[in-house]
């Protein structure tokens, strides 16, 4: 499924419908350029599940994780990981089992590590300052 939307509101809108079709243990894959939008999205997917608070890029912390919602969101920026190892090494595996939404920045980094049930989500600037194609692959909206 592709949408365009032309604004960062209607990019977050699009974030929190789908986070309304996604269970406990889903990893959402995104990939795109630098300002493409994949925090836009995710501000929306925290919206979606009701979770209070700011949402900012974990660009310097690797992993912000936001609670009070309907599930946790675990918001990862693979963009400094210099391999699919390091990944383990931040605890991947237990993000996994705490039964939260994983939204993953620049996941072709670990492009490897990731399950095939991952949703993906592609974000391409469009004409214009605010317009984005978004492409959702693996569910539904």
Known sequence: MEVITNSPEETEALGAALVERLEAGAVVAFTGDLGAGKTAFVRGMARGLGIPGRVTSPT???VNEYEGGRLPLFHFDMYRLGSEEELFDIGWEDYLRRGGICAVEWSEHI?????????RVELRR?????????????VEL
């Open 60 to 62: 310097f912390t690797i």
């Open 111 to 119: 492009a490897g590590a990731l399950e095939p049930e991952t949703i």
């Open 126 to 138: 469009t004409g214009g300052d605010c317009g984005r194609s978004i492409a959702i692959l693996g």
